[in-house]
């Protein structure tokens, strides 16, 4: 069974940093692209990072670049992405996605979802 599970969001100040985390299960993730979006409340949700397959080149929406950073641990499974310098308007849900199809990329069809992690930035 194909599960992801986003963990590390919490209440944070502005400047300060999180990690979030993307535990896979029910699949071996360096074999598929895995993206990380975010909605915040009243928003459409945004694509904010993403990691190839195999080669690991990685992706990231504007606003975030400099700041946040994707990372892959093959052996524990898991994804992260470590955020510094956070805004109050990168408060949102935080969800991870996998792109399980054939020649899985970070342009493709992300259709398995975590449950997504809160990220609150305020002070």
């Known amino acids: 069974q194909v599960q992801l599970v986003e963990s590390g969001g919490g209440l944070v100040q502005p400047g300060g940093s999180l990690r979030l985390s993307c535990a896979a299960s029910?699949?071996?993730?360096?074999?598929?692209?895995i993206g990380w979006f975010r909605q915040a409340p009243g928003k459409e949700r945004e694509g904010v990072s993403c990691?190839?397959?195999?080669?690991?080149?990685?992706y990231y929406a504007d606003s975030v670049k400099g700041r946040f950073t994707i990372s892959r641990d093959n052996a524990k499974n898991t994804v992260y992405l470590q955020m510094t310098s956070l805004k109050p308007e990168d408060t949102a849900v935080y969800f991870c996605?996998?792109?399980?199809?054939?020649?899985?990329?970070?342009?493709?069809?992300?259709?398995?979802w975590g449950q997504g992690t809160q990220v609150t930035v305020s002070s």
């Open positions: 996605a996998a792109d399980l199809s054939y020649g899985s990329s970070c342009h493709g069809d992300f259709g398995s």
């Open positions: 990691i190839s397959r195999i080669d690991d080149i990685t």
């Open positions: 029910g699949f071996t993730l360096d074999y598929y692209a």
